[in-house]
């Protein structure tokens, strides 16, 4: 067997192995030794990318295919290079650290970790394709499982965050949809048989008109999963009514798949089309970096908190993305990466806080540095790392994404990255108010002095993403390179008609 | 030189750092305390060391001292654009490792007296390490993204110490808007160095500072493009400046300053007097070449008059604090402002750089005796538990040295010769003499006025009335002692120290020399300035009250600090807060998505109305099937002709 569709077969192997377990000891047993298992696999698929990498100088290594539908010449198509390596490990330290933060679910355990691990399945999946088809398919497995995991488990207004969350998300995939047919039916452009391998379509001239008109479908129907403004109000309420592990794997890998389809398929496959809409989504990105930050700053509601402030760290990831240079969209990959870590520990702190105290209104507590000091103090690590602290991911993301920005002279450019580079003064704003409301001051409330310490399983899913984070932080050089080093072939083709 | 044991500098307080904060729980507070002073002497003598080889065994190479660096590439951001890490030596690299490692080690010293039986006393000695591993990083850094990277750790640092007292509101408001005005300054530093990045197409100091005799290079040639009258490299050396600015709390960016003092006081002598304040001094200092040839010295001339007017206005703040380490955190501004007004009016070659020198020299002397002053005002708060005036009185009594360093230290600030302050004073207002005589007088009067302020403090703590105290006040134990003897010791013999030998613009040197008139004319205006001290507050008496009633509006202005906070927090508060950040949060409730919202609640009532189509009648069904293909054949028939 290959060694990347075992990504998919694992965690599948895991739900089956889930359907016969009984009771919530057997069930987190299961899901972790799966989940294990996959970061096992992700980092030695990282070891023999570097092995194989060094010998092979292919867009993709480790291809795989095989045809599914022969008439529509479908394929079982898949590949990996560095960028996907990149985010298949963030997405397996993601889903450990999320069995390992669900570690007390007490309602139907069993169904909560299927779920969670049929959306990893979809993520697994999504990483490692590349033919449209497939890619499609494992796009609407990750996201179906989202409805279920926010309505069952959820809190609060859960099933009208669950709807709105997956209406909106499926109206996406729906124009999504016609952007992917619409590039499968212009893929006999140059006169072959049409196709859904990214790899052969790249090689294709589709007509302008043609990239012209389905660019902003694709485009848009990828962003929205990447919380493009003004197609964001979803992420706020679903990850308010979300259950932590299910906010962690949303926010850190699901919306993801938003920037990560943006480049793969969007402007790698319409070049013409990026280049021509650039501007326009320049203007609606920016705002959502800077529209983010500040809507951020009067919230009460951690969780609301933390979604706005995705919206403006991904904002950055599209703003990057459609600066369209190497370095910008290196900044653009790394933001993802550090964004994923970032805020799944974000999400998982704001559980545990919740779980403690019974409450995510930031007005309600204080002084938590006194009653739960490592919490809080891993709180503040994360707070810093968001704000772009040197030492820490987001910064070497940031700094990529800025002196890509730089890169272009005019006065619409410089205007559109002096904006967003101000984020980062907003964003010190934000979290400063939340440190300082929350985690110092006097104890607000005297129940909440002796609170139970972090558990053994807290800490390894504190600890799972905090330490990728302050590596990246630290030592930025293999990983920044890596990426680098796998941009090459997908922005050549924009880059062929600047 | 080798200079590859250099890199321990910094990196030992790191490996503090770390061990402190990991095993916070589990070290005792008496082993804390003593492997941060021994991690910090090590430093310490390591830089001793470092600074004797490099001035006195490698020595000058063709008449002028030599610059090492070793580096490695940190981060890839294009082929010619990176980030690198390293180690850059030259004149200024190693005085600053001096007035670091010292002040850091006193300071070390210090607290373990200060901070005696405090909580959080560990994680206090972690703390310490961390700023002073990330500012030896800042002064060793070899190009414009180390220098930010450390520049934003030192940030980080500051937050954490300012706030360390974290149950406190307005502790934790401090370290807030210490950060946030500093992060906003950061956010114009950050632009000038993509500036650079993009124009100039490095980020390292060498190349963009490297003068070649035939007027060659990237200094030379700032003149490509330009952005609303001025070279885009002299708006990137204004942003820089603005970075550097905010950390040095130069005006309009002063107001973080004297709230910081909510910091334990050790604190505020280690970072917000002697080191982390003079960053941005040392960030022109590093880019002088730029700052001098770029647009004929534009920029610089910004650099001095801003530098100038923050010392006048801080000088006169400092009159009316009654806060004591309020007074000294002015005062801390008024002569970072000074510092920066000899950049200003320096020039590149020779003894015309003197006021380049005289800066570095300021920055060195100051460190010693500002940071002795926080030290003696830590001690005198130690004994009296309180930082106002008002609670003081007659100290001289109960704490004798304490009275007789900081007098020492008060004589240094106030240009009184042979103390340390005099010799670099001097240098300063010679050099502004020289450049700019408005700048000269300005400079002259904020030297009387410091040595009043210093004095109404002097007099104010140790002479003046006869306070009754609740528990007798008593002299600090040795450890916190110490310190205090040997900064008074170098705030005497700092001054003797021939700067313009070593540490010069064009590192060449130069001969120095005291000019006699003007060095007279500024004592005689410091004297002036302790004699009117001496008539307001050596006894007790009404006359400082009189006076200020006679000033009554101006001096109400003044001891409001001009309103300077009120104006922020209008600017944040209401502005930002209510015009900005409130309306966008009910945008995206109402509008956003109240049109998300909207379209789904219209599929719901469209398909309400149309749920009557699917009826279960067969002639319905049949009519549509019918309309349907005639619509159908229609078009194509439409198409095909």
Known sequence: ?498 | MDISYIVFIPLIPLAVFLLLGIFNQQIKPAVSGYIGVLGLATSAALSYYAAYQYFFVSGKVDGVYPTFVEKTVWMNFTDTLHIDMGILIDPISVMMLIVVTTISLMVHIYSRGYMHGDAGYTKFFAYLSLFSFSMLGLVLATNLFQIYIFWELVGVSSFLLIGYYYTKTSAVAAAKKAFIVTRFADFGFLIGILIVGYYAGTFDFQTLNAVNPEGEGLLFQWGASSFMGLSVITWALILIFMGGAGKSAMFPLHIWLPDAMEGPTPVSALIHAATMVVAGVYLVARLFPMYYFVEDGFALNIVAYVGAFSSLFAAIIALTQTDIKRVLAFSTMSQIGYMMLALGVSSYKGHEGVGYMASMFHLFTHAMFKALLFLGAGSVIHAVHSNYLKDMGSLRKYMPITNITFLIAALAIAGVPPFAGFWSKDEILVAAFEKNQLLYFVGLFVAGLTAFYMFRLYFGIFWGKETKYHHEPHESPMSMAFPLLFLAIMSIVAGFIPFSEFITADKAGFEGHLDLPLAAVAVGTGLVGIILAWIFYKKENDLAERFSNAFGMFYKWTFHKFYFDELYLFITRKIIFNLISAPIAKFDKKYVDGTMEGIGNKTVIISEKIKGLQSGRLQDYAMFFVSGVVVVALVFIYLWT
């Open chain 1, 1 to 498: 067997m290959d060694i990347l569709s075992l990504f998919v077969i694992v965690p599948v192997l895991t739900v089956l192995a889930l359907v016969f377990s009984k009771g919530l000891k057997q069930a987190r047993l299961i899901s972790m030794i799966g989940s294990f298992i996959q970061l096992g696999m992700a980092i030695n698929l990282l070891f023999a990318y570097f092995r194989e990498r060094a010998v092979d100088k292919s867009v993709m290594l480790f291809t795989q295919d095989y045809v599914w539908f022969k008439n529509f010449n479908v394929h079982y198509a898949i590949g990996v290079d560095g960028i996907s390596v990149a985010l298949l490990l963030l997405t397996a330290i993601v889903v450990l650290a999320g069995v390992f933060i669900s570690w007390k679910t007490d309602d139907l355990p069993k169904e909560f970790f299927v779920s969670l691990l049929v959306l990893a399945t979809g993520v697994y999946g999504f990483f490692i394709s590349i033919d449209l088809f497939t890619m499609f398919v494992f796009y609407e497995i990750a996201v179906i499982p989202m409805y279920l995991l926010i309505g069952i488990w959820g809190s609060g207004p859960k099933e009208y965050s669950a709807m709105k969350l997956t209406l909106m998300l499926m109206g996406a995939s729906a124009v999504l949809m016609v952007g992917v047919l619409g590039i499968y039916f212009n893929s006999n452009a140059d006169g072959g048989a049409l196709t859904f391998n990214i790899l052969e379509i790249a090689k294709v001239h589709i007509p302008f008109e043609a990239q012209k008109l389905f660019f902003p479908l694709t485009f848009v129907g990828f962003a929205v999963l990447g919380a493009l403004f003004p197609f964001h109000t979803w992420s706020p309420d679903g990850h308010a009514s979300a259950p932590t592990a299910v906010s962690m794997l949303h926010a850190g890998v699901l919306m993801k798949l938003g920037g990560y389809g943006v480049f793969r398929i969007a402007m790698f496959l319409l070049p013409l089309g990026a280049i021509e809409w650039s501007w326009f989504f320049i203007i609606l990105s920016a705002t959502g970096v800077i529209y983010g930050a500040f809507g951020a700053l009067k919230q009460t509601d951690l969780k609301y908190i933390n979604a706005y402030s995705s919206v403006s760290h991904l904002g950055m990831v599209l703003f990057a993305l459609l600066m369209l240079n190497k370095t910008a969209w290196n900044g653009a990959i790394l933001q993802s990466l550090s964004h994923g870590f970032m805020t799944a520990l974000f999400f998982a702190l704001i559980g545990m806080i919740y779980g403690r105290t019974h409450t995510r209104d930031i007005t309600k507590l204080g002084g938590l540095l006194k009653v739960m000091p490592f919490i809080s103090v891993i709180y503040v690590i994360a707070g810093m790392a968001s704000l772009g602290l040197p030492g820490f991911s987001g910064f070497i993301a940031e700094m990529n994404i800025f002196v890509g920005a730089f890169q272009h002279e005019g006065m619409f450019y410089r205007v559109a990255t002096i904006i967003s580079v101000s984020a980062i003064v907003v964003t010190a704003v934000y979290i400063l108010r939340v440190l300082g409301i929350m985690l110092m001051g006097e104890v607000k409330n005297d129940e909440y002095l002796n609170l139970p310490k972090a558990t053994w399983f807290e800490i390894t899913g504190i600890l799972l993403l905090l330490i990728p984070m302050l590596g990246m932080g630290v030592a930025p050089l293999w990983l920044s390179d890596m990426t680098m080093d796998s941009i090459q072939p997908f922005i050549q083709g924009v880059l062929n008609h600047l």
